[in-house]
C-alpha cells in the first residue's frame, strides 16, 4: 500500500484506514511508540509500561550475572 503525507496544520499526517486499525487493536487513544531503522518510518503500539520495565531489569540482572565481575573491575 503506497501512502501519501496529509497537511495537518503546520504538521503532516499519515491517515491510517480503519480496517489497519482494526487489525492491529489500535484506537484513538493507543499510544503508539515510532521508531526508525535509518530507512524506514516503523510505527507499532506501544508496550505497557510494566512489560518494558519488567523486561529492562531481566536484562539488568542477567547483565549483572554475566558481566558483573569484569564491570567491577573497569570501574575501579
Given amino acids: 500500500m503506497i501512502k501519501t503525507l496529509t497537511k495537518h496544520g503546520n504538521s503532516l499526517a499519515l491517515v491510517i484506514e480503519r480496517p489497519i486499525l ?4 489500535i484506537e484513538a487513544d493507543t499510544p503508539l511508540e515510532i521508531s526508525t531503522d ?3 518510518l516503523i510505527i ?3 508496550e505497557p509500561t510494566e512489560s518494558r520495565e519488567a523486561r529492562f531489569q ?3 540482572e542477567e547483565t549483572n550475572n554475566r558481566y558483573g ?3 567491577k573491575k573497569l570501574a575501579e
Fill in 22 to 25: 482494526d487489525l492491529l487493536k
Fill in 38 to 40: 535509518g530507512r524506514r
Fill in 44 to 46: 507499532a503500539a506501544a
Fill in 58 to 60: 531481566a536484562v539488568l
Fill in 69 to 71: 565481575k569484569a564491570l
